[in-house]
């Protein structure tokens, strides 16, 4: 099975930019559709964004479309997420996401598509 660790969040005044980190081990990602999730308190985990195996594929939730960039670099075995002009909604623990055994160009944007998952990075934006 693989293991994800996501880092990188931190208290960020708005219009910062920030670059969340999904470290794997355990399984290469190169097989593993991914994505990155978002739960704000009192809310129900939200879709971010999501790349396909080769990366070529993104789909981005209409919220951070055109602030948010997903990336991978399988050979590091790690996924991105670069979050620019960042805005108080953002706020959020962040969790990154993994799921094998899709087709390869697959993105996948619910969360009950992933069977794996990172233990949550907190994400605070200060108006």
């Known amino acids: 099975h693989v293991q994800l660790v996501d880092s990188g969040g931190r208290l960020v005044q708005a219009g910062d930019s920030l670059i969340l980190s999904c470290a794997a081990s355990?399984?290469?990602?190169?097989?593993?559709?991914m994505g990155w999730f978002r739960q704000a308190p009192g809310q129900k985990r939200e879709f971010v964004a999501a790349?396909?195996?080769?990366?070529?594929?993104?789909y981005y939730a209409d919220s951070v479309k055109g602030r948010f960039t997903i990336s991978r670099d399988n050979a590091k075995n790690t996924m991105y997420l670069q979050m620019n002009s960042l805005k108080p909604e953002d706020t959020a623990v962040y969790y990154c996401?993994?799921?094998?055994?899709?087709?390869?160009?697959?993105?996948?944007?619910?969360?009950?598509?992933?069977?794996?998952w990172g233990q949550g990075t907190q994400v605070t934006v200060s108006s």
């Open positions: 996401a993994a799921r094998r055994g899709v087709v390869s160009h697959s993105v996948l944007y619910g969360a009950d598509d992933y069977n794996y």
């Open positions: 355990g399984r290469t990602i190169s097989s593993y559709a």
């Open positions: 790349i396909s195996q080769s990366g070529l594929n993104k």
